[in-house]
């Protein structure tokens, strides 16, 4: 199994901020014109109290990186991705961010070996309370794999 | 859909969201994910790159065509939110590409917070499917 010796490890955290900007941006570029992320006023209003970050947005933090572990720089797959909120995420809070290999198995596909990394994203909020969970596939194909064997 | 007068919406299972067209892909659509999500794997962005890897042209990060499945939950934001999301990834998508996102209700539960439903969405170019998978939405209660 690829990195095995890896898997359970995770990256020191990381600390961000939901910048205002960056949501904002984040928003247009995902073509979403909810005013949620980016109406002040609207936000404030709402349910929420104030300004949302887009679901998928945790994608943009900074988690750090496992120590030692090195990815191939091009070639790997995004088979999927699932995220769980335990509340929004809130434009201008602090969230500490870290990154877990949480499991690698091989599986014999119609194209050959593949390779499964499973990669657990957490944010927290600086008191340590649970913000969001995220979960990842990446595939390695038969010909990273050797890529990566040397 | 049921809806009551301040925009609450009330959905059973089994209902359908109204399919929405997007706007072809663009090159600069994924030069502005690029630099907003902070994903630069050139494959998205330099046709050489692409070509290196055996692509005939950039393909869309997969996260964007993620977070484009989730505009079918976002006219809905003021009343809930999204609590859980998950995506796989079936498809290519190349600049051009025009996508079709939608869903249906697919469940119902009682929360303390008010409802959590359950929808399948799914982004679809023709009849391939390029994406699908689940939203949590929670609508909180009046």
Redesign the interface.
Known sequence: MLYEEFVGCRSEGVGNLVEKG?VR??A?????????YTDER?ARE???GGL?A???FP??FDYGAVPGLELPP??L?????????E??LFVGEGVLCRVELEKSYDKEGRRGLLGFLLFERTGETLSGERIFTTKDTVVVTEAVRKVIEG | MNGSANGRPSWSVGDDLEETV??PVTRL?LI??A?????Y?P?HTIDA?AE??GLPGVIAH???T???M??VL??Y?????????????SGMVFVGDELRVGGRVAGLEEREEGQLYTFEVYARKGEETVAS?A??FLL?GD
Do not use: C, Q, W
């Open positions: 960056a941006k984040f247009e570029a995902i073509g979403d014109p909810s005013p949620l609207a709402s349910r929420h949302i887009p679901p998928t994608r943009t091009a070639g797959i995004h088979g999927s991705h699932r995220i769980d909120y509340r929004p | 997007l706007p659509g502005k994910y630099g907003a999500s902070g994903d794997n494959i790159a290196e890897a997969g996260m964007l993620m977070a484009t989730g505009l976002s006219p934001l003021a009343h809930g939110y999204v609590k859980g999301f998950e995506s796989r990834f998978g939203v949590d909180y």
